[in-house]
């Protein structure tokens, strides 16, 4: 339960969320954990999960999550975000596989990757909910490659808690 605890915290800190609207955990499903807060008088809703196993040639890194974000006012819905623990190298890509489906074109900035567009998020999120394993590889600023394997276990359930509560 810690682990969860410090992953909201520090996904709450990346959407620099106001003090005053702390998350509500909408439960555990696996290695995902579903919440939602309010932003002004809207509800976002996202979940989160860490890797279960990090690699690479380093010797400092921060924390490292996935998480997906439904924000019904704006009409975003399956913005997928990574967060490395390090500053991606400037102009970099990464990648994510899942199964047989790989995802080339994810672009960076600072600390965190995103899809290019909507289409391709909902591509990843499909693709989520069908498989087992996610691998996101990229290459930090000193140019040291990682890979992070993410279980997708809970993932389904986590994202109909966040999608039935962000409509």
Known sequence: MKKYVILCAMVLASFQVKANSLPTE?????????????????????????????????????????????????????????????????????????????FHNLFTSGDNAWTPDAKTDKKLVDAMKRGQRMIVEGTSSRGTKTKDTYSLAGFTNAYRAISAKCK
């Open 26 to 102: 909408l439960g555990v499903y696996g290695d995902w954990t579903a919440y939602s807060y309010k932003e002004g008088k809207n509800t976002v809703c996202y979940m989160a999960s860490t890797p279960k196993k990090d690699e690479g040639n380093y010797k400092k890194r921060g924390d490292i999550y996935a998480v997906v974000t439904h924000r019904p006012a704006d009409k975003t819905y399956n913005v997928v975000n990574f967060v490395a623990g390090y500053d991606y190298k400037k102009n970099s890509n990464v990648t994510v596989k899942i199964g047989t489906t790989t």
